[in-house]
């Protein structure tokens, strides 16, 4: 349900505190896309590449790289996604080189506020437009997801189109900046993935960008992924049991070398997880009108590709 | 990672605490960081001194870890009574208001009144200095200039965006300055583009070039506008720039000092690495790193263990091994990250344990706060995996 929603979507960018595991929710969402046949692009742009890494692919780099059959990532540099634009328009090598090597240019661009930002977001919307092949209709990617930086910077820089149309409202700059708040803002092909965990500070914020995101973006969320849940691991009398026998203290011993007070310690902070999990879940539910899917917390020694393939299937059956 | 090191590092923080005047609080998102710099912010004022922690971040993260609704783009005294009798010291908080700076900075500085106004009414200027990202760095530098000269304060905690932004608020005053010092400034001040009209008529073929290719790559809409802009500031470069340099200056000086707050998940460590090194690099006074929310191996805490267990039937003593088993995976997973780290960092890192509860009030700060001072809480020692293994099944 709620991937059928989302994989209606060209575009899908995700946002929420830090910490809240965005990339790995990103790639597992992307993982889930191509199990359903898309075609898939993912967008790193606020962090070193991680997604490769998760998958086990080696790093990439700011080109498109198939990291599975159908699935591509990149890692897009601002400063890099300017050159190229620069040499695509000045078309000239000499003329293009000129520019990129001189002191101006690159202070320029170091000093400019908003300018990689709106590189960055030019270089998503081109991706947009990629056809499969010269003269085709097919696009060449069918989805493509943005791990965009987390909730405060976030939102500054999903604005930055919005305050660049504004300040330039004639020239490549502003004809540019509209451009791509369009695809922003077009419910159709854009939606926001909020992601949360089940933590205070955590719900506050995707709180305050869901409100950001239809006040002052324009832009529509579509899903909520409250990652890192404490799912119910004791029944009910289990875990009455549990609380009991702590608050006895009770001694003894689980098996060789471990003692149930090590092991009720372990066993109430999950509780206290598990109940904190329900009570944002609920609360969640209460305050945000979006489809919700729940991902539990990794205990993996490692996180890797079947780490994530846990999470894809989870994100297909919510 | 043992005790006696996790006290070292508290020590480092308690001196700076107790004898800087500025700390920058840095790290990735999600990691702590707001409730660590308030929290230290909290214990250098129980120890007396004056202090205000800000936080430049744009998520109003600090307002909720001090209980406080909103904060505003002013210093606001905190009251510390609910703490208990104390000494002389003073807690203030503030949340950096960009549009209010920048506003007020040209208040301060415009040489003029038709100088102000022009700036004020510029188009660019009014969607710059309130919404394009990047603008919050420069004026965190402004506003931090300005409040290491507040006699109200004798400390400065600051916390900052998330690595990747902090790291631009550190390359801040030289951006600015490397933008002030070179051509770039002069090209956009030459005298084809004064007076709000454009005149194509340059003097030299260069120039025409120049403005040539600009035109393709930008517009020359968008060059007369920014140009109007810097025009507009004509009159207060000198001071931009030299108090870019005091902020350089003020970053590495003595009496300031860097914080790095890390999570105990890899990507945060990386990240914590990548900065501390970058701290090195560029010669900045790195005070110390803390790791935040360090996962307990539950299966590490066993002492001697006394014969049977009533009231746990079979099913719940399975369960509980298995929960056990997952925890001190995590918790092996965070170690293997943090000892990558020690290996590299030359002072001892403090390890905080996750925290019972959520943090959102003084009492919870002040908790933290006794923690990050005190050597955090030493995480269990190793055991070998084989070793778990062995018991789960017995």
């Not at chain 1, 009910?236 to 090590?262: K, S, T, Y």
Request: hydrophobic share 45%; glycine share 8%; net charge positive.
């Amino acid at each position: 349900m709620l991937l059928d929603d989302l994989l209606s979507r060209r575009l899908l960018v995700l946002s929420g505190k830090g910490g809240t595991g965005k990339s790995v929710v990103g790639t597992a969402l992307a993982i889930a896309a191509r199990g359903r046949g898309k075609r898939v692009l993912l967008v790193e742009v606020d962090a070193p590449l991680e997604a490769p890494r998760y998958l086990g692919a080696p790093r990439t780099g700011g080109r498109e790289a198939e990291v599975r059959p159908g699935l591509f990532t990149v890692n897009l540099d601002p400063a890099a996604v300017m050159d190229e634009y620069v040499r695509r328009v000045v078309r000239v090598d000499v003329l293009a080189r000129r520019i990129l090597d001189s002191p101006v240019y690159r202070r320029f661009f170091a000093a400019a506020p908003g300018l990689p930002e709106l590189m960055l977001l030019g270089k998503i919307m081109v991706f947009e437009e990629a056809r499969a092949a010269r003269f085709s209709s097919r696009p060449r990617y069918d989805l493509i997801l943005v791990d965009a930086p987390s909730t405060g910077h976030g939102i500054s820089f999903l604005k930055v189109p919005l305050a660049a149309s504004r300040a330039a409202p004639a020239g490549p700059v502003g004809h540019n900046a509209r451009r791509i708040l369009a695809l922003l803002q077009d419910p159709q092909r854009t939606a926001l993935v909020i992601v949360a965990a089940p933590e205070e500070m955590a719900v506050v914020e995707a709180q305050e960008l869901h409100r950001a995101a239809l006040e002052e973006l324009g832009m529509r969320p579509r899903a909520l992924v409250l990652n890192q849940c404490h799912e119910a691991r004791f029944s009910r009398e289990q875990e009455a049991d549990i609380l009991r026998l702590a608050a006895d203290a009770a001694a003894g011993r689980l098996a060789r070398g471990v003692g149930l007070p090590a092991a009720l310690a372990a066993a109430r902070r999950h509780v206290r997880r598990r109940k904190l999990t329900q009570f944002y879940q609920g609360r969640l539910r209460r305050v945000l009108p979006l489809p919700m899917a729940s991902l539990p917390y990794l205990f993996d020694e490692d996180i890797g590709p079947s780490s994530i393939e846990r999470l894809a299937r989870r994100i297909e059956a919510a | 990672m043992t005790a006696p090191g996790g006290r070292r590092g508290s020590r480092a923080l308690a001196a700076a605490l107790g004898e800087r005047r500025v700390l920058v609080v840095c790290g990735a998102g999600g990691v702590g960081k707001t409730t660590t710099a308030a929290a230290l912010a909290l214990q250098a004022a129980l120890e007396g001194r004056h202090v205000l922690v800000c936080t430049i971040d744009p998520a109003r993260r600090l307002a909720t870890s001090l209980g406080l609704a909103a904060l505003g783009g002013r210093p606001r005294p905190l009251d510390l009574s609910p703490l208990g009798p104390r000494g002389h010291g003073a807690l203030w908080a503030m949340m950096l208001d960009t549009r209010r700076t920048f506003d007020a900075l040209v208040e301060r500085h415009a040489p003029g009144e038709t100088a102000r106004r022009r700036i004020l009414d510029n188009r660019f200027y009014r969607q710059v200095s309130s919404a394009l990202a990047g603008s919050h760095e420069y004026m965190a530098m402004e506003k931090l200039l300005e409040l290491s000269a507040d006699d109200r304060f004798d400390l400065v905690v600051l916390d900052t965006p998330p690595t990747r932004h902090a790291l631009d608020f550190l390359e801040a005053p030289e951006r600015l300055m490397g933008f002030l010092d070179t051509s770039v400034l002069r090209w956009f001040l030459k005298p084809y583009f004064v007076a709000g009209r454009l005149t194509l008529k340059v003097a030299t073929r260069t120039g025409a070039f120049a403005l040539d290719l600009a035109d393709r790559v930008l517009g020359l809409q968008f060059l007369q506008d920014l140009s109007e802009f810097f025009l507009a500031f004509e009159g207060m470069y000198a001071g931009f720039k030299q108090r870019a340099e005091k902020v350089h200056a003020l970053l590495r000086g003595e009496d300031s000092g860097f914080v790095l707050v890390a999570g105990p998940a890899r990507t945060t460590l990386d990240e914590a690495l990548y900065f501390y090194r970058r701290l090195r690099e560029k010669d900045m006074p790195f005070v110390g790193l803390v790791v935040n929310r360090v996962h307990p191996d539950p299966l590490a805490e066993a002492g001697p263990v006394p014969r049977g267990a009533a009231g746990v039937d079979a099913a719940l003593a399975r369960a509980l091994l298995r929960l056990m088993e997952d925890q001190a995976r995590v918790a092996r997973r965070e170690r293997r990250g943090i000892a990558r780290l020690e290996d590299e960092v030359s002072e001892p890192l403090v390890l905080v344990p996750e925290l019972e509860a959520d943090v959102h009030d003084l009492r919870g700060l002040k908790e933290v706060g006794e923690l990050l001072l005190s050597g955090g809480r030493s995480p269990s020692r190793r055991r070998r995996p084989s070793q778990l293994q062995a018991q789960g099944r017995g």
